[in-house]
């Protein structure tokens, strides 16, 4: 009997393997492989639990390739369970050992990682095949190593222990406790290269930013001082206008004055007719009397306030023509005191057609100041 039950088992396999390779499949996507691997671990979980009840270890809910991945990042123990209902083994396995919770406890508090599928399903018969499983239920333990000789590169996950069959949930704990035992070292000592790698990355990157922060405080420094020493620059080069500009300003005025003296009508002689006498009270307190001709403008009168000073320099000192693009502007008023009359400059307003200058008049010179000049405006 044990031979025909071997026998049996043999030719079932042989057509589980013609039916998976022979009989055609729609072609699909690895997306799409990856969305049915995962729908059909999922389906497993449920089935199992409506059939063995929720006391079950934590299966994993994803694809085997997804597990072993999870497991490889964490540095995990995993273990994988290949199962068929066409073994008789199958059921007691699952009642008696996957069921126990003992088995359950320990496999949460060693932190394995538990993947378990049905080898009618394409990944996990594709996992068979790797792993070269024979009789079900079918279990390894898989764990990240590096293989000898390959220091320089990553773990991989490797098949540290394989065991067939049915096994008592004693068995399997002191299966894993020898692999955790045998293989846990190494995977500690993975644990810590990898922290220690962490720690050095965190390092630099601490590094990196503290870098980063100081050269960017650096450039801001820069730049806050390019942008102190444009303005300063720009502020120096305007107060370089302004005074260059106050300097022409002010030899223009002077120009002009000089040149404005030599256009001043002379005194009228003591026989003319038609002349008025006018008075000045300089800015200075000092009281300066000059004719005029009835026919001279109010501006001839600003003129001569404007020029007095000049009247004693040498005529070598004189400007022959008046500064071009220059328009001069009188920086005082003539002002007859009672009543109160404020003379204006005109070019062409004869005195003696300006109330309070014809035939005499005591004027006032008003200094302005840039408010006056406002309110003379308005």
Known sequence: MAILYACINIIREVLQIVYYFLLPRPAVSDGQNRQRDSQLATQFIQKFAEKYGNVHPEFFRGTLSEALERAKNELRFVMVVLQTDEHDDT??????????????????????????????????????????????????????????????????????????????????????????NRYGPELQRIRSERAGHEAARQIRAQQDDAYLASLRADQEKERRARELAEAKRLAEEHARKEEEARRLLALNRENWRRWAITQLPDEPHPNEIEVAKLSFKLANGERVVRKFRATDTVETAYIFVDTYYLKNEASSSTVTEPPSNYEHTFDFLLVSPYPRIVHHVDKFKEIKSEQGLWPSANLIVEELTSDDDDDDDE
């Open 91 to 180: 059921d007691i396995f699952n009642r008696d050992t996957l069921t126990s919770q003992s088995l359950i406890t320990f496999l949460r508090e060693k932190n394995i990682l538990t993947w378990a599928g049905d080898v009618k399903d394409p990944e996990p018969y594709q996992a068979s095949i790797t792993l070269q499983a024979t009789t079900y239920p079918f279990i390894a333990i898989i764990v990240a190593q590096i293989p000898h000789g390959n220091t320089g590169s990553g773990p991989k996950m490797i098949a540290v222990d394989r065991f067939e069959g049915f096994s008592s949930p004693e068995n399997m704990i002191a299966r894993l406790t020898m692999s955790i």
